[in-house]
């Protein structure tokens, strides 16, 4: 996966993730990137900050340390489950219709096979894949 910072012929400024540099290419001369703000289809890429630490020696793990990422992960878990409509197995049918305006805008979370990635991807539906940990009020 590659990401590049996009800029649309208004001046709206946003990321867009691609399987690599190829397929930004062959998108764009589709014509399917477009502005998530107002669907400009006139877009560029523009320069990109980024950095390179180098790498940190980090401490050796603590029971502390255990306890603050178990918490981390509950409110992480908690964010989501407050924030997005869980729509199961319907996610990529919910994203399709989000994406072709038949529905209102939404967060959304679920489940989805590859291939239906697949036809998210084609779509051009952006979507990202994110692990829930499971957390001891969750289990039980």
């Not at 001046?11 to 400009?40: M, R, T």
């Not at 630490?53 to 489950?81: M, N, R, S």
């Not at 305006?101 to 952006?126: A, M, Y």
Request: aromatic share 10%; charged share 30%; hydrophobic share 35%.
């Amino acid at each position: 996966m590659i990401a590049f910072d996009l800029a649309c012929s208004r001046g709206h400024q946003f990321e867009g993730w691609f399987e690599d540099g190829k397929a930004y290419e062959a998108q764009y001369k589709k014509g399917l990137i477009s502005c998530p703000v107002c669907n400009d289809t006139s877009v560029s890429k523009v320069l990109s900050t980024f950095a390179i630490k180098k790498p940190i020696q980090l401490p050796e793990k603590t029971k502390d340390d255990t306890a603050g990422i178990a918490q981390t992960a509950k409110k992480i878990v908690e964010y989501v489950e407050k924030n997005f409509d869980d729509v199961g197995a319907e996610f990529t049918k919910e994203a399709l219709k989000i994406h072709y305006g038949v529905t209102e805008p939404r967060n959304i979370r679920g489940v989805s096979t590859e291939e239906e990635e697949k036809v998210l991807k084609k779509e051009g539906i952006q979507f990202f894949k994110i692990p829930l940990p499971t957390t001891p009020e969750r289990d039980s």
